[in-house]
């Protein structure tokens, strides 16, 4: 059964720092591109940063330089360092895993950011 669980979200106020973690079973991790995306009330879900097999990361240019995701093929797992958050980072924060042929999605992370 492919499961992919985020865990670590939270309240902080701004400027503080969160580390996200996924933990992924059921597939082959370490075939898959790694993301993270996030969604805000009322607003679309938007791609926050990617992984490939092999590092590699990408980032959507609201984040670059305060987040950091990387990830552990011997652990199947996925992280995202969050720091210097802001309020406009608060959103419920979703994990996927895609190749070729398969997509997967977590249930998500609430990430709150007080000002």
């Known amino acids: 059964q492919v499961q992919l669980v985020e865990s670590g979200g939270g309240s902080v106020r701004a400027g503080g720092s969160l580390i996200l973690s996924c933990a992924a079973s059921?597939?082959?991790?370490?075939?898959?591109?790694m993301t993270w995306y996030r969604q805000a009330p009322g607003k679309e879900r938007e791609w926050v940063a990617g992984?490939?097999?092999?590092?590699?990361?990408i980032y959507v240019d609201s984040v670059k330089g305060r987040f950091t995701i990387s990830r552990d093929n011997a652990k199947d797992m996925v992280y995202l360092q969050m720091s210097s958050l802001k309020p406009e980072d608060a959103a419920v924060y979703f994990c996927?895993?895609?190749?070729?042929?398969?997509?997967?999605w977590g249930q998500g992370t609430q990430v709150t950011v007080s000002s």
């Open positions: 996927s895993a895609k190749n070729s042929v398969s997509e997967y």
């Open positions: 992984i490939g097999s092999t590092g590699s990361p």
């Open positions: 059921g597939f082959s991790f370490r075939s898959y591109v």
